[in-house]
């Protein structure tokens, strides 16, 4: 089955840690996303990536690094530097054009202690 | 004007009720349209895409109007298994998906 999958899905992480999301994908997408979410807010995007070797920073990326080494791969880490981590966080894909959907994965609930 | 907006709700409605959410944008450019649902922590799905007028699937229709620039949802026959929010999205600058905050539907018995 195709799809994209997020690991783990329950996250927690002491002050003052970096921690990494990942992001996996079979659907031979171009376009990967990664978004925050917190409770009774939309979805904030974080950095989006439209091809191998290439990101860009969306409205929050303060606080997250992200890398596009493969095509089916685009993990998220969240630095230390990232002030209020605690959040939903949702990967998603696409494939090429802006006409087509999104397809999310099950996501990561990042926990800070 | 936010690029994307909703009433967040709740819309608080019976089995069997019709119930109409707005969605409106500020990109003028903008091609296409899509409505997700989303259950309580879970991931988005999609429900309906919105690429000229409207569009009908089922219970579910979905309506354009660029000259005031909203999208709408509408949902006849409601169900209990309807309860969710619905997250409207628009291509924002360099075609990037932007979202609503969504609308929260509760369907009671």
């Known amino acids: 089955d195709g799809g994209i999958t997020q690991s783990p899905k329950y996250l927690f992480r002491k002050e003052g840690q970096n921690v990494t999301l990942s992001c996996e994908q079979n659907?031979?997408?171009?376009?990967m996303y990664w978004y925050r979410q917190d409770p009774g807010q939309g979805l904030r995007l974080i950095y989006y990536s439209q091809i191998v070797n290439d990101f860009q920073k969306g409205d929050i990326a303060e606080g997250y690094s992200v890398s596009r080494e493969k095509k089916e791969s685009f993990p998220l880490t969240v630095t230390s530097a990232q002030k209020n981590p605690t959040a939903f966080y949702l990967c998603?894909?696409?494939?090429?054009?802006?006409?087509?959907?999104?397809?999310f994965g099950p996501g990561t609930r990042l926990t800070v202690l | 004007r936010k690029e994307v907006e909703q009433d967040p709700g709740p819309f608080n409605v019976p089995e069997g009720a019709t119930v109409a959410f707005n969605c409106t944008y500020s990109n003028s450019a903008s091609q296409s349209f899509f409505w997700y649902r989303q259950d309580c922590r879970k991931e988005p799905k999609l429900l309906m895409s919105v690429y000229s007028s409207g569009n009908e699937d089922g219970r579910f229709t979905a309506q354009l109007n660029r000259a005031s620039q909203y999208i709408s949802l509408l949902i006849r026959d409601s169900k209990l298994s309807d309860s969710a929010t619905y997250l409207c999205?628009?291509?924002?600058?360099?075609?990037?998906?932007?979202f609503g905050r969504g609308t929260s539907l509760i369907v009671h018995p």
């Open positions: 659907l031979n997408h171009d376009a």
């Open positions: 998603a894909s696409r494939q090429g054009a802006s006409y087509n959907e999104q397809f």
């Open positions: 999205v628009v291509p924002g600058g360099s075609y990037i998906p932007t």
